[in-house]
């Protein structure tokens, strides 16, 4: 059975967007930890979707802006 929103998988709240697009980062059972643009939260994977290509690509230069200003892996 395929892991709903596995490690890795770019992802949005299905029922707000105050999070902004996000990245996930670990999985435990049914929950997700995810390093949302604005947050890191652990979110059930059913209150989650798949993120669009736009989301995705925001989501890709945050953690690209990041890893540049920080260093690291982001």
């Excluded at 990245?23 to 604005?38: A, D, P, Q, S, T």
């Excluded at 209150?47 to 945050?62: N, Q, T």
């Amino acid at each position: 059975m395929a892991t709903l929103h596995g490690q890795g998988a770019y992802v949005a709240h299905t029922g707000t967007d105050v999070y902004g697009p996000g990245k996930v980062i670990g999985v435990e059972g049914e929950l997700r930890r995810v390093r949302f643009v604005y947050f890191v939260a652990t979110v059930s994977a059913y209150d989650l979707r798949a993120a669009s290509l736009e989301e995705a690509e925001r989501v890709k230069e945050w953690l690209r802006q990041k890893a540049k200003r920080y260093g690291g892996r982001w």
